[in-house]
């Protein structure tokens, strides 16, 4: 239940310019808090972005693609690297299963649910970059830093102790 209030305070506390936030996108909601609002007041001090993303089914909120909830997953990742984020990004399903809270699933099902996850992140990524490309041309590239042309277009990785290296070629 801790807001970016606390956040911002342990980074003075701990005076290290060696530690950084890992910002959940999906973390907040279950405390009970604004997605936006918290990144908004911690985004300066971001490394490290885990995506997941959370919706209100049957009452019950639950986890759901990236892009489909109200965990702002979009409104973050696009606002991060408008600002020059060049941090990594990894997706953090809880489809099929969260270890941490006693969900487990079988090995094929939750790599299956990765392997949708990540092209669904690459889209969002790529929209992302692609508006952001259109938006350079349109201001003829002022204030705006083009990545170099052979320089990867985003970066992430996925991250689950259940989700094992698929080994079927």
């Given amino acids: 239940g801790q807001g970016p209030e606390q956040s911002l305070r342990l980074l003075e ?3 290290s310019e ?18 936006w609002e918290y990144y908004r007041g911690v985004k300066d001090h971001i490394v490290y972005v885990h995506v997941k993303d959370r919706k209100m089914a049957d009452g019950k909120e639950q986890a759901c693609y990236c892009g489909e909830g109200v965990a702002r997953v979009r409104d973050v990742l696009t ?3 408008a600002a020059g984020y060049r941090g990594g990004v990894s997706i953090e399903p809880h489809l099929a299963a969260a270890v941490h809270l006693g969900k487990e699933a079988e090995d094929e ?8 996850y990540g092209r669904k992140m690459t889209q969002i990524v790529e929209e992302i970059r692609g508006a952001a490309e259109s938006a350079l041309g349109q201001l003829g ?4 830093v083009k990545p170099e042309p052979d320089a990867p277009r985003h970066t992430w990785t996925a991250s689950c102790s259940t989700c094992r290296p698929h080994t079927d070629a």
Avoid: C, M, W
Avoid at 109 to 116: G, H, Q
């Fill in 13 to 15: 506390e701990v005076g």
């Fill in 18 to 35: 060696r530690l950084k936030l890992v910002f959940d996108t999906g973390n907040t909601l279950g405390h009970g808090q604004d997605p």
């Fill in 79 to 81: 606002d991060l690297y």
């Fill in 109 to 116: 099902a939750a790599y299956r649910i990765y392997v949708e």
């Fill in 141 to 144: 590239g002022s204030g705006v």
